[in-house]
């Protein structure tokens, strides 16, 4: 689970790699933002490797709205196992050296190693 998660972290996040992010994922799996409202611009619901790949090197080609930068040494998160062992929920609390803080909640439902379904809520 940590180390899933970690990759996860490193691949999406920190390396904006949308190769690499994609690559976590079973070839149906599906990357979900329940909060983010319809017709905005970070991707509400991408399903499949493919789509997954290219929604988010779209994302990541936009300009930044945010021009806060993370402050990793406070930032953090509590992974929580659940009874289900291909289900682990992430509480995340993401600092930035403004001081300002960005909390969020994601759900990994998990296959044969590779994410098959996330459900990252956050408000963008």
Known sequence: MDQLFQR?????AVGRD???LAALFTPDGILEA???LPGGTYPRRLEG????RAGMAAWYALP???TRTVDFG????VLHPTA??????V??????TDSTVMSLVQIFRVRDGLIAHLRDYFAH
Request: proline share 9%; no cysteine.
């Open 74 to 77: 406070r930032s953090r998160y």
């Open 64 to 66: 930044s709205e945010d």
């Open 49 to 52: 490797r493919d789509a997954i």
């Open 34 to 36: 329940p909060l983010v």
């Open 8 to 12: 996860y972290i490193r691949a999406g």
């Open 18 to 20: 949308p190769d690499a």
């Open 84 to 89: 289900d062992p291909g289900v682990f929920i």
């Open 91 to 96: 509480e995340i609390d993401t600092a930035f």
